[in-house]
């Protein structure tokens, strides 16, 4: 059912914009959230955002049967090999990562989480995941790829790269979607 409120001043005030306004309203909420349960996250393990975003990373490297290198670390942060460094230092010195020489190519170091960040991982996040994962059951195959290929575009135009072509982004490109000339006073 639509909304009666008014759409937000640089949007336009015709039924997509207020559609389309609803549901930013409605993932600046989920974001925030989001944002606020990241937060008690890093309190409750004396993290930062990168510190938690490592132990993230190497979790689903490790479950995937892949190895993670500090390099591959620094790529997916954006952070320089130094940086990644002091952060793995960290991290290695309070138990949740350990380092280790590559089994066959000994100029590489492996990065692997330990059964401590398992365990607080699942202890700190293992109920919010299972909260999320039944909000998301009873979706249909159809449902789940509209979600899906909207998140898609949302990530596409937040970020305005493409992940498939790294150009501008092609997801966003719309025909119907134009950028409104009128603006209404907030």
């Known amino acids: ?40 996250a890093q309190d409750s393990m004396s993290m930062g955002e990168n510190e938690l975003r490592v132990l993230r990373f190497l979790t689903r490297t490790a479950a995937s049967g892949s190895d993670a290198t500090p390099a591959d670390l620094a790529r997916h942060l954006g ?3 130094a940086s990644i460094t ?29 059964e401590q960040t398992e365990d607080e991982m699942r202890d700190t996040l293992g109920d919010m995941h299972v909260r999320m994962m039944r909000a998301t059951r009873g979706m249909s195959e159809a449902e789940a790829d509209i979600v899906t290929a909207f998140l898609d ?29 009128t603006h209404t006073a907030a």
């Open 1 to 40: 059912m639509e909304s009666a409120s008014p759409a937000p001043y640089w949007y336009g005030s015709d039924t997509d914009d207020r559609r389309g306004s609803r549901v930013m309203r409605s993932l600046r909420s989920y974001r925030s959230a989001e944002m606020a349960m990241r937060r008690r």
């Open 153 to 181: 575009r949302m990530r596409c135009a937040v970020d305005g790269v493409c992940v498939a072509t790294r150009e501008l982004c092609c997801l966003t490109a719309h025909p119907a979607i134009t950028t409104p000339t």
């Open 79 to 81: 952070l320089s090999t």
């Open 86 to 114: 002091a952060l793995l230092d960290r991290l290695e010195r309070s138990g949740h990562v350990r380092r280790e020489r590559h089994p066959t190519d000994r100029r590489k170091i492996l990065v692997h989480g330990t």
